[in-house]
T-cell receptor, first 112, second 116 residues
Framework: DAKTTQPNSMESNEEEPVHLPCNHS???????IHWYRQLPSQGPEYVIH???SNVNNRMASLAIAEDRKSSTLILHRATLRDAAVYYC?????????????FGKGTKLTVNP | EAGVAQSPRYKIIEKRQSVAFWCNPI?????LYWYQQILGQGPKLLIQ????????DSQLPKDRFSAERLKGVDSTLKIQPAKLEDSAVYLC??????????????FGPGTRLLVL
């Protein structure tokens, strides 16, 4: 599975934007970039995914570098509820077993 | 829409005892996953079912772990006998179709197991 590299932790203030980086220098042309987050004492939840173009949804934006070797998850206005571990994951089409391979993720702390 | 249900939420057992976890996926979801999450790490896939067939169990310690998904709906994961290193959160997830590369997985709250 292609590897991703994320900072262990980041800190932000409430109502400020947060940029969570992810490096994936060995990404292949067909790998999708997914982000999940895990709130304390809960299971992971889907945030966003993309392939080549930047993506927006109600939760966040995903900015993908032109060479696809890195991406950034953007939370436009952090709230206390956004404090979680954020996982950047690559998923390769493998004909039936496109499992999620989680790393350690980035623990985001949001200060009031 | 009801989410993925898991029970029990917490379990404490002695080593060498047996334990079973239950998962009810989102209604109509074809693919079901069991993950193990050790403290401080990301979840690791143990087994993936599509309907009631196993798609991937390459990381399931088959000498002590077993899982089944009867009638393609509910699933149980069993550990027999448990070891200290099995202490972890066991997460169940489901996805609507065949678990493809853009398909979202929906996770349950997990079962926290402590083996003493």
């Amino acid at each position: 599975d292609a590897k991703t590299t994320q900072p262990n932790s980041m800190e932000s203030n409430e109502e400020e934007p947060v940029h969570l980086p992810c490096n994936h220098s060995t990404i292949s042309g067909t790998d999708y970039i997914h982000w999940y987050r895990q709130l304390p004492s809960q299971g992971p939840e889907y945030v966003i995914h993309g392939l080549t173009s930047n993506v927006n949804n109600r939760m966040a934006s995903l900015a993908i570098a032109e060479d696809r070797k890195s991406s950034t998850l953007i939370l436009h206005r952090a709230t206390l509820r956004d404090a979680a571990v954020y996982y950047c994951i690559l998923r390769l089409p493998q004909g039936g077993s496109e499992k999620l391979v989680f790393g350690k993720g980035t623990k985001l702390t949001v200060n009031p | 829409e009801a989410g993925v249900a898991q029970s029990p939420r917490y379990k404490i057992i002695e080593k060498r005892q047996s334990v079973a976890f239950w998962c009810n996926p989102i209604s109509g979801h074809a693919t079901l996953y069991w993950y193990q999450q050790i403290l401080g790490q990301g979840p690791k896939l143990l087994i993936q079912f599509q309907n009631n067939g196993v798609v991937d169990d390459s990381q399931l310690p088959k000498d002590r772990f077993s899982a089944e998904r009867l009638k393609g709906v509910d699933s149980t994961l069993k550990i027999q006998p448990a070891k200290l290193e099995d202490s972890a959160v066991y997460l169940c997830a489901s996805s609507p179709r065949w678990g493809g590369p853009i398909e979202t997985q929906y996770f349950g709250p997990g079962t926290r197991l402590l083996v003493l």
